[in-house]
């Protein structure tokens, strides 16, 4: 079974039609932040980087009064052209930018570049983070047009090898005065038509030059070791070593007995045995290891590509779609969400609120705010303070809270993350087990305690063989085969001291439970999986997406106190519905016919334009891409409420402002401005915190929108339906 959440609908003066007295917003709305009896449901000091509520570049440090139309004033917060640092980027010097480093020096000039930018060029953008590259590169605009991308509907589907290319001047004139080059900018059309070469030709690849050019979005795989050196490393054990040394030893001695003098030892000619047998000990252990070393590192290999393989959101051909990380490409145009890690390197095109941790990369622990290209050019061609604005989106980082696109610029070894990567690529060995730690500490205290007693032995009968040497009368030969036996028997304690079958113990006992563990699909990143599963005595387990499908779908709500929806209670008959007043309790498929139709407009307005989810076709079915709340709000609004496609219920509003989800103040707020001038706030997050912030509720749905207040009893009574609903193990949103 998928998991439920509950669809409560509390519609408060705010998300009225503005018309009405109750509902609008008034000048005095406007003239102070958005509250609800002066309790703010939204912190603005967020708000600020949003280009809607920045500084117009055109107003300098001391021009404090922005376009009302290009922005919310909302006065009391504090001016922030009194937190930039006033410094321009005339005065961070005139030197090239993107002057070729000579150890990459072949990063710089690629043979027969359809593109008007090289990796090399698009690198010095970061490490470290350089706006003067950027205006040298013709900002936003210029790699746009020497990618040949576009921002809003990025690369096409249809896109194979390129005709003709882009020259790095034409891209770049609007900037060229400020880093003067050689020669002048073509007057002729940006894309040249250029001769076939033999490494430009037709390919039915997609993106066969910007694959050349730029690489893909993978990094160069980790050499595999062979069986020969996974054998020699597996040889290089101790207590292996000292046990081919002892079998060595017994096999000499015991090929001495039997056949160096015939006829003086009796008995059967077996004594070389014991040497053979212990060497072929050691050679079990050496190639029983190795093989189940070689098939893992063989199946982990398989596993990382697997593993690092993950989805991104990104825009082809004017359509959002989910690829493979590893589809990622330089001039693609990527979604930024929070939560998202960041798969390649890029500029921020556009967003709302983006904040990045960049400290995996940078070492950095401050969040980093982002503003958008053209905000930063505007700023950079008005002459305004740049030293603290940053556009650069760095792979390898997190997006901490915020939505918005960005240019990808750099892939695979080309990117931050990606260079870091290959620089530390070193062979790290793998670590043993616990259990192998505390069994190769055993064997070698055993292996030190079996010497010892072995050394004291020997030293004891050699003294005792020393002091009957005078005495006794046998013959030389039979002196030495009285010391041979002194040895044979210290050489006898040590190979019975040392444990030889705990290597290969270890081995086969770790390989037959990783064999077992595959049976099931689980495929073991570390073998001390085992071990640690083994020694646990409680389990937790995330329920959602691990015991359960991770797919919501809307079973029940309440709009206000007048109404409730939900799913039919075949044992009753009736309506499942939560224990409050004279409410009218209806279906799921009935509840657009029982709602008027400004009510269900704005129902489907507050869903579809408050979210982020986007819709794609997946195996000719319609289906909705990010948070499974928001895809099981959005999926109700079409089955049940009539909504139209979600691109096109956004590009019908005239979007102001995302306020993105925040653990913090747990909701989510969108800002759209109406026909009339006036502003609408649609909101949904914690039902329990939004009921608290509300101070007026809707009266009947069933005819055009119209709140009175929020008593007490009103309040109480939605409550005790919120605690009723997560009572059935439903989760609870609420929408205003």
């Given at each position: 079974m998928g998991n439920s959440i509950v669809f409560r609908t509390i519609l408060p003066h705010l998300a009225e039609k503005p018309s009405s007295p109750s509902s609008s917003f008034s000048s005095a709305h406007r003239q102070r932040s958005i509250s609800i009896e002066n309790r703010p449901l939204l912190s603005f000091e967020s708000r600020l980087a949003s280009p809607y509520n920045t500084l117009q570049p055109t107003s300098r440090g001391n021009d404090k009064s922005p376009d009302p139309h290009n922005l919310l004033a909302i006065p009391g917060t504090r001016s922030r052209a009194s937190s930039l640092d006033h410094r321009s980027l005339s005065s961070l010097g005139h030197d090239d930018p993107l002057k070729a480093d000579p150890v990459e020096e072949h990063k710089f000039h690629v043979e027969d570049n359809p593109f008007a930018s090289s990796p090399g060029q698009l690198s010095k953008l970061f490490n470290p983070k350089s706006l003067t590259a950027f205006w040298a590169l013709g900002g936003l605009h210029g790699l746009v047009l020497g990618l040949r991308t576009d921002c809003s509907s990025g690369l096409s589907l249809d896109e194979m090898a390129l005709d003709g290319t882009v020259e790095f001047d034409e891209v770049t004139a609007t900037t060229s005065s400020a880093f003067p080059r050689k020669g002048k900018p073509s007057p002729r059309g940006l894309v040249r038509s250029t001769t076939s070469s033999s490494i430009r030709h037709a390919s039915s690849e997609r993106y066969v030059d910007r694959k050349r050019v730029f690489g893909t979005s993978r990094l160069p795989e980790k050499k595999s070791k062979n069986l020969l050196q996974i054998m020699w490393m597996t040889f290089n054990d101790k207590v292996l070593i000292i046990l081919t040394v002892v079998a060595a030893i017994s096999l000499g001695l015991g090929l001495y007995q039997d056949f160096g003098q015939s006829g003086r030892y009796g008995g059967p000619k077996v004594r070389w045995v014991e040497g053979v047998t212990i060497m072929a000990a050691?050679?079990?252990?050496?190639?029983?290891?190795?093989?189940?070393?070689?098939?893992?590192?063989?199946?982990?290999?398989?596993?990382?590509?697997?593993?690092?393989?993950?989805?991104?959101?990104?825009?082809?051909?004017?359509?959002?779609?989910?690829?493979?990380?590893?589809?990622?490409?330089?001039?693609?145009?990527?979604?930024?969400?929070?939560?998202?890690?960041?798969?390649?390197?890029?500029?921020?095109?556009?967003?709302?609120?983006?904040?990045?941790?960049?400290?995996?990369?940078?070492?950095?622990?401050?969040?980093?705010?982002?503003?958008?290209?053209?905000?930063?050019?505007?700023?950079?061609?008005?002459?305004?303070?740049?030293?603290?604005?940053?556009?650069?989106?760095?792979?390898?980082?997190?997006?901490?809270?915020?939505?918005?696109?960005?240019?990808?610029?750099?892939?695979?070894?080309?990117?931050?993350?990606?260079?870091?990567?290959?620089?530390?690529?070193?062979?790290?060995?793998?670590?043993?087990?616990?259990?192998?730690?505390?069994?190769?500490?055993?064997?070698?205290?055993?292996?030190?305690?079996?010497?010892?007693?072995?050394?004291?032995?020997?030293?004891?009968?050699?003294?005792?063989?020393?002091?009957?040497?005078?005495?006794?009368?046998?013959?030389?030969?039979?002196?030495?085969?009285?010391?041979?036996?002194?040895?044979?028997?210290?050489?006898?304690?040590?190979?019975?001291?040392?444990?030889?079958?705990?290597?290969?113990?270890?081995?086969?006992?770790?390989?037959?439970?990783?064999?077992?563990?595959?049976?099931?699909?689980?495929?073991?990143?570390?073998?001390?999986?085992?071990?640690?599963?083994?020694?646990?005595?409680?389990?937790?387990?995330?329920?959602?997406?691990?015991?359960?499908?991770?797919?919501?779908?809307?079973?029940?709500?309440?709009?206000?106190?007048?109404?409730?929806?939900?799913?039919?209670?075949?044992?009753?008959?009736?309506?499942?519905?939560?224990?409050?007043?004279?409410?009218?309790?209806?279906?799921?498929?009935?509840?657009?016919?029982?709602?008027?139709?400004?009510?269900?407009?704005?129902?489907?307005?507050?869903?579809?334009?408050n979210s982020t989810a986007f819709e794609s076709k997946e195996d000719d079915q319609h289906a909705f891409i990010g948070?499974?709340?928001?895809?099981?709000?959005?999926?109700?609004?079409?089955?049940?409420?009539?909504?139209?496609?979600?691109?096109?219920?956004?590009?019908?509003?005239?979007?102001?402002?995302?306020?993105?989800?925040?653990?913090?103040?747990?909701?989510?707020?969108?800002?759209?401005?109406?026909?009339?001038?006036?502003?609408?706030?649609?909101?949904?997050?914690?039902?329990?915190?939004?009921?608290?912030?509300?101070?007026?509720?809707?009266?009947?749905?069933?005819?055009?929108?119209?709140?009175?207040?929020?008593?007490?009893?009103?309040?109480?009574?939605?409550?005790?339906?919120?605690?009723?609903?997560?009572?059935?193990?439903?989760?609870?949103?609420?929408?205003?």
């Open positions: 050691v050679a079990i252990v050496v190639v029983v290891g190795s093989l189940n070393d070689y098939q893992k590192e063989r199946q982990f290999t398989k596993l990382n590509k697997k593993k690092d393989d993950r989805i991104v959101r990104a825009i082809r051909s004017g359509k959002s779609m989910q690829i493979s990380i590893y589809d990622v490409l330089a001039g693609g145009v990527l979604h930024l969400e929070a939560g998202d890690l960041v798969p390649a390197d890029g500029v921020l095109i556009s967003g709302h609120n983006v904040r990045c941790d960049e400290s995996s990369v940078t070492g950095e622990s401050d969040q980093k705010r982002k503003s958008s290209g053209d905000d930063v050019m505007a700023r950079i061609e008005a002459g305004a303070s740049v030293h603290k604005l940053d556009l650069f989106i760095i792979s390898g980082s997190k997006v901490l809270e915020g939505t918005g696109t960005y240019l990808v610029t750099g892939v695979g070894v080309h990117s931050s993350y990606g260079k870091l990567i290959v620089a530390m690529a070193d062979d790290a060995e793998t670590t043993p087990t616990p259990l192998q730690i505390k069994l190769n500490i055993m064997a070698k205290q055993i292996a030190k305690l079996g010497c010892a007693v072995a050394l004291l032995l020997f030293v004891a009968l050699f003294i005792k063989f020393l002091a009957h040497l005078k005495r006794d009368h046998d013959a030389p030969a039979q002196k030495v085969q009285d010391f041979i036996q002194i040895v044979i028997v210290a050489i006898t304690i040590i190979v019975i001291a040392v444990p030889e079958g705990l290597p290969l113990a270890v081995t086969l006992a770790l390989a037959f439970a990783m064999t077992r563990m595959l049976k099931d699909h689980n495929l073991l990143r570390a073998l001390s999986s085992c071990e640690t599963m083994g020694n646990a005595t409680a389990i937790c387990s995330d329920k959602t997406g691990t015991l359960t499908m991770n797919k919501m779908t809307v079973v029940a709500g309440s709009l206000g106190t007048a109404c409730q929806f939900g799913r039919i209670n075949h044992d009753q008959g009736n309506v499942e519905q939560a224990a409050f007043g004279h409410s009218v309790a209806v279906t799921s498929s009935d509840l657009a016919s029982l709602l008027s139709t400004e009510a269900r407009d704005v129902l489907v307005q507050s869903i579809a334009i948070s499974k709340t928001e895809s099981a709000l959005l999926s109700f609004a079409k089955e049940h409420l009539g909504m139209r496609p979600v691109n096109e219920e956004r590009a019908n509003a005239n979007l102001v402002q995302i306020f993105p989800f925040d653990s913090g103040r747990k909701c989510m707020a969108s800002v759209i401005r109406l026909s009339d001038g006036t502003y609408r706030i649609y909101v949904k997050g914690a039902s329990e915190i939004l009921l608290g912030k509300c101070t007026r509720i809707v009266a009947d749905v069933t005819k055009p929108i119209k709140s009175t207040e929020l008593t007490e009893d009103n309040r109480s009574s939605l409550a005790n339906a919120i605690n009723d609903y997560a009572s059935k193990s439903l989760r609870t949103i609420g929408i205003v």
